[in-house]
């Protein structure tokens, strides 16, 4: 498929109720907002055709609404942001526009850089055989020990074989000196597979290590990943916006 026969879109979750730090998307980081900065950083990506911001929430909608109108408003009871995701998809094909490829481009990540939307648009777009893409990165082996950098194992032709909180592989000499990987939170779908894990049941590797892609390996969907050598910073707490001390 030839760059300019692509048809994908981007969607931003956006949550107001935030165990953590609810009201996160409305922050103000150096005099705009964090959803508002996702939304121009997603703007950049030379692949996708259109970015929505999908919400729960008034506040969140009425504040989208003053720098685009591309915002949808979706249900409160779902349980992550790929459900959210999925119904932005139905709202928008209720409206007739339909895309073939879709990004979830995380709403709480307000300097992701565009280059990464478009490393893992460029795997369901040159792998006949990806159902789902998604971003990896080297780390060392401290990092690799943090529960919450979330380690994958890839296969030769560079297939997802696990993910996992805990140390993966476990190497029983000089583990070190090895390389591991972290997965990168950005999820890349053909649509009409998007349309299907949301259907599935939870499954026991997703509650035992508490990732939702476990349940997609769980019933044998494929999902391909890309080396990315960018780092992002996500905001998971009030402390967290302490790294970002001037605008880009």
Known sequence: ????????????????????????????????????????????????????????????????????????????????????????????????????????????????????????????????NAEIATLIKEINFEDATDPNRVKVVISKNNKALYFSRQIIPFYKVEPEKQTYYKHIGLYVFRTIILKEIVKLDFSVLERAESLEQLRWLDNDYKIFVEYSNYETISIDTPEDLNVFVGDE
């Open 1 to 128: 498929m030839a760059y300019s026969e692509i048809n994908a879109v981007g969607i931003i979750p956006a949550r107001y109720n935030s165990s953590r730090f609810p009201g996160k998307p409305l922050v103000d980081i150096d005099g705009k907002s964090m959803i508002h900065r996702v939304y121009d950083q997603a703007m950049k990506s030379k692949l996708l055709s259109k970015v929505y911001i999908a919400t729960d929430d008034k506040r969140i909608f009425e504040h989208v609404k003053n720098f685009t109108d591309n915002v949808l408003m979706t249900s409160e009871n779902h349980t992550n942001g790929t459900e959210r995701v999925a119904e932005a998809i139905e709202i928008l094909e209720e409206r007739n526009l339909f895309f073939d490829i879709v990004a979830n481009i995380q709403g709480d990540e307000p300097y992701i850089f565009p280059q990464q939307i478009d490393e893992a648009l460029s795997v369901l777009i040159n792998n006949e």
